[in-house]
Structure formats: C-alpha cells, structure tokens
T-cell receptor, first 113, second 116 residues
Framework: GDSVTQMEGPVTLSEEAFLTINCTYT??????LFWYVQYPGEGLQLLLK?????DKGSNKGFEATYRKETTSFHLEKGSVQVSDSAVYFC????????????FGRGTSLIVHP | DTEVTQTPKHLVMGMTNKKSLKCEQH?????MYWYKQKAKKPPELMFV???????INESVPSRFSPECPNSSLLNLHLHALQPEDSALYLC???????????????FGEGSRLTVL
C-alpha cells in the first residue's frame, strides 16, 4: 500500500540555519505530494504541494521538489525563523488510497533564537 | 484564518455523557472528513463523507457516530466514550473532481476532547 517515511525528529536549529526534512514515499501510479504544517494548538495547514515529477512546490520560503527517480519530496528552507517551530507532515495522495492523503509520522522542528 | 470552523474548541465529558462536535465550511467542498489525532502523532482518518454520503468508515467504534446534515455541516456524535478516546478531533474538507478526491485538505483548528 501507499506509505510515507519521514525523518525522525525533533530537528533543533538556530535561527537563520538551513533546514532539510527528508521525506520518501511508496505509491502505485503517480501520486500528488504535499507538505502540511501544524503549529502548536492548531490544525494542519497545507504548506506546499507538487502534482507531477520535477514539479517544485514553494510557499513562505519553503521548497520541495518531486523526485520520481528517488521517490522523494524533501522539504527545505534557506533560513529558518523561530516562528517556523511546528510539526511538519509529508503526505501523498494516490489512487491506491482513493486519493485520500496518507500522512507521514510528522517531524517536529524547534528553532532557537 | 482557517475556513473550516469547529466547535467547541475544548470539551470535557464523562464516560456516560452524550455530546457532539460540529464542523462547518463554506468553500463549496463536497468531501468532509473526521480525523483523530493523539499527541505527537499524525492524524488518523475516521470517516469520510462524499456528496453528503458516508463513503469511508475506518472501522471506528460505534460510540462515534458521524452525521452530515448538508454539504456545509459535519457532526460527530459522542456517546459512552472511554478515557483513551481523549484526543484532538480534526475536521477537514476538500474538493471533489467527479468522484475523485483532489488530495488537498483544509483543516479546522480541532476540538480537544478529554474523557474522564
């Protein structure tokens, strides 16, 4: 079945550091890929998405590129801020799961001033 | 600001109580979802409604009873819950392309439920 594997957290960084959160997936066909973010005490919000190979999703300084050859969708940001502290979920949507998103375990990001 | 509104934000109930969680969206989405989320875990799918009909029930105990009165509203009726049901309950909605889910979910802020 479809699955998403994320790196285990927490990831702890200083402000202005470079961020990478790894995500790899297993799916039949050609899934759409998503990153969702959950700030403390809130629901999940869509951060960015990519619907086909080599697409780059971007939003709020975050980027992720859909790499079919490595089945990956790593999240990156060049300079993190304290306000980026949150839990980040990688997800995929594919026909095997009726296109309902399958979520990874989540990676907690803690950014110190 | 989220466009999916959930009430109440917090709920404390005893194991013999009956309560309901409510969710509303006005984005014209025809798929609505209930998820359960425990601390430090991803959300777990409970129910999916497509065009106001229950399309997916992920083997959820009958003490949870969903209802979709119309295309904008989704309820989750709670009865005889157990302490292990304490969690954050998230409602979400999405567009449908025909019968197909688009995969992009819009979440509410959740209702935090504590069962004593």
């Amino acid at each position: 079945g479809d699955s998403v594997t994320q790196m285990e957290g927490p990831v702890t960084l200083s402000e202005e550091a470079f961020l990478t959160i790894n995500c790899t997936y297993t799916a039949t066909g050609y899934p759409s890929l998503f990153w969702y973010v959950q700030y403390p005490g809130e629901g999940l919000q869509l951060l960015l998405k990519a619907t086909k190979a080599d697409d780059k999703g971007s939003n709020k300084g975050f980027e992720a590129t859909y790499r079919k050859e490595t089945t990956s969708f790593h999240l990156e940001k060049g300079s993190v801020q304290v306000s980026d502290s949150a839990v980040y979920f990688c997800a995929l949507s594919a026909g095997g799961g009726s296109y309902i998103p399958t979520f990874g375990r989540g990676t907690s990001l803690i950014v110190h001033p | 600001d989220t466009e999916v509104t959930q009430t109440p934000k917090h709920l404390v109930m005893g194991m013999t109580n009956k309560k309901s969680l409510k969710c509303e969206q006005h984005m014209g989405h025809r798929a609505m979802y209930w998820y359960k989320q425990k601390a430090k875990k991803p959300p777990e799918l409970m129910f999916v409604y497509s065009y106001e009909k229950l399309s997916i029930n992920e083997s959820v105990p009958s003490r949870f009873s969903p209802e979709c009165p119309n295309s904008s509203l989704l309820n989750l009726h709670l009865h005889a819950l157990q302490p292990e049901d304490s969690a954050l309950y998230l409602c979400a909605s999405s567009r449908l392309a025909g019968a197909r889910n688009t995969g992009e979910l819009f979440f509410g802020e959740g209702s935090r439920l504590t069962v004593l």
